[in-house]
């Protein structure tokens, strides 16, 4: 068996180990941060990596906080200068007068430089804590690339005293005992044992969330990484994966490993990217994608409703050396609402809608996503990538329920038609059926009783109960950008504040009482298809193990139905990147 067979595998569990928390090599790129000489240099040497980020303002820097001391500490020196040359000797004769006056005038000269300068240091200290804190938060508010991030982020977090916290092993929200004793205890086994007796260690104690290290609040005190004994941890079952991988033992061949390596994904469980719909806000998930690509953090089990699906299929259908051109996105067919005489012309929507009940032609949407994704089916899709693609639908009647698509459930159903049954929002799409390649390769219906199908988000936005029983997969990684959705959720990933958390908490309790009044009305026999799908959209749970959820503000809402064009995709696609990076995927 080729030994890149083995070291694929191993590499799956290593992503496994490391979505678990942070990304194993967090170190490096402290240590890199750490060589710098000061905090004053930092931000010069994040600033000419990127065009963009050299743009920052004075007045958010710490030119800002100069201008300011400068301003405050004036009146102070002048008092000082005013007082140290009065003229104390008046009523001495001009000649005493004059020889006392040059003795005090060097002093008078040496009091107002060493109290200006005090003064000075005091006022920049006070104003300068401050502006550097927002200095920081705005470089990586700008950052256009993860190392740039992770580096801002390092130094706000020096400048806050949160490396303290990192370094303080205790912490109320894990057993921090645990991990320190299992840590020195898998040192020891790599040190002095064999290689059989390491496999066999390394499979009785790797769990998922030793001593409950993945709870959320350990990863809310900082703006980069967590404590540091668990990015410890962490980097030594990576090392440990490393060393049993490449490690020769003439009596444990690559079969053997290969074996070992199914095992123990199987026991360990897998990870998997949920992608959330929402409408034309579902190409911020392709910064999501690429983000997680770039640093190989890329899990093979992807699932994608609505919008969510278009970029799950596009990254599905591809290999690894082909993601870099696909998620440019100058080479996509950005008409997926309109064509291009017909954008803008709200009388084309109003007569489409009092005709066939829809705002939008289906037939564009289907068009492009063939020309994007061409004909291929989920079956032929797995077979090139080993990426497992899953899409969610929703039956357009209410005695059928929804359905996840992938290589085992539907392998001859062509991954477009399914992107467009997933995308059919009712009133915007017309429900479209499911299409699919017979044993002669030619396109027929999959059902064929013509069934159609309409938005997967209606009744499964997040298929984790299906995905769970069908791939072992037990560690969920969510991006959600439904509108109706990320207001009500908290896109900073830091601890929540009083006005936060009260928002949090009143649109729970109005999603508890609506849900309540729903069901009422089913018991009564009052219920209808309307009725029924908004219970399952207020119902449906929006989260996962960890979500990513980007800002969004109101003032782009009004584009979540429109024709992308290349600009909106570029910052949607560092809007998504900027939030996986915030989330701590990475």
Aim: hydrophobic share 40%; charged share 20%.
């Amino acid at each position: 068996m080729p030994s890149s067979m083995v070291n694929g595998m191993k590499g799956d569990i290593d992503d496994n180990i490391s979505c678990t928390a942070i990304h194993p090599n967090s170190h490096s790129t402290m240590t890199s941060v750490q060589s710098l000489d000061s905090a004053e240099s930092f931000p010069t040497a994040i600033l000419i990596k990127s065009a963009k980020i050299n743009t920052v303002p004075t007045t958010t820097g710490l030119g800002s906080t100069a201008a300011l001391s400068s301003r405050i500490v004036e009146p102070f020196t002048h008092i000082i200068r005013s007082i140290t040359h009065f003229n104390l000797f008046s009523f001495l004769p001009n000649s005493a007068a004059c020889a006392a006056g040059n003795v005090i005038s060097p002093i008078s000269n040496v009091v107002y430089d060493v109290s200006s300068h005090y003064i000075k240091n005091v006022i920049w200290f006070l104003a300068g804590n401050r502006n550097r804190r927002h200095y920081y938060k705005y470089l990586m508010k700008i950052a256009n690339s993860y190392e740039q991030w992770a580096a801002a982020g390092f130094m706000l977090d020096r400048w806050e005293d949160n490396d303290i916290w990192k370094i303080h092993e205790e912490s109320p929200y894990y057993d921090y005992r645990i991990v320190r004793d299992r840590l020195n205890r898998l040192r020891e086994h790599r040190v002095d044992d064999g290689l059989k007796n390491l496999m066999q260690h390394i499979r009785s104690t790797l769990t998922r969330s030793l001593g409950n290290f993945g709870n959320p609040h350990l990863y809310e005190q900082t703006h980069v990484g967590t404590k540091l004994l668990i990015e410890d941890y962490i980097d030594e079952v990576t090392k440990q994966l490393n060393f049993v991988c490449d490690t020769y033992d003439k009596n444990i061949n690559d079969y053997r490993k290969m074996e070992y390596f199914l095992e123990l994904q199987k026991a360990f469980g897998r990870t998997a990217l949920l992608l959330s719909g929402g409408g034309a806000f579902g190409l911020i998930h392709i910064g999501t994608i690429k983000a997680m690509f770039e640093m190989r953090m890329l899990p093979k089990i992807i699932s994608g409703s609505s919008c969510g699906a278009i970029v799950a299929a596009a990254t599905c259908i591809h290999i690894d050396s082909e993601l870099p051109i696909v998620l440019n996105p100058e080479l996509l067919n950005l008409d997926v609402f309109e064509v291009p005489r017909e954008r803008g012309k709200a009388l084309f929507r109003i007569v489409r809608l009092l005709e066939h009940g829809v705002v939008f032609d289906v037939e564009v949407f289907t068009n492009s996503m063939r020309q994007n994704l061409g004909e291929i089916t989920f079956q032929e899709a797995f077979n090139r990538t080993r990426r497992i693609l899953n899409i969610t639908v929703s039956s357009s009647t209410n005695y059928e329920m929804p359905r996840l698509l992938n290589y085992l459930t539907s392998p001859n159903v062509l991954i477009w038609s399914a992107v467009v049954a997933s995308c059919a929002v009712p009133f915007v799409y017309r429900s479209a059926p499911l299409m699919a390649k017979d044993a002669n390769g030619m396109t027929v219906t999959w059902n064929p009783s013509g069934h159609c199908w309409i938005d997967g988000s209606v009744e499964s936005d997040l298929p984790i109960q299906r995905i769970s029983e069908l791939f072992s997969v037990n560690h969920f990684i969510v991006a959600q950008v439904n509108p109706h959705v990320m207001p009500f959720m908290d896109w900073t990933n830091r601890a929540p504040t009083r006005f936060s958390s009260f928002v949090i908490q009143t649109g729970y309790l109005a999603q508890r009482e609506i849900q309540h009044r729903l069901m009422q009305l089913d018991d009564l026999g009052i219920q209808n298809s309307y009725l029924s799908r908004i219970k399952s959209i207020i119902c449906q749970k929006y989260w996962g193990d960890i979500t990513i959820v980007p800002y969004v503000p109101w003032t782009k809402y009004p584009q979540v139905l429109s024709n992308p064009t290349v600009q909106i995709i570029t910052d949607y696609m560092i809007d998504g990147e900027r939030a996986t990076w915030k989330s701590k995927v990475l």
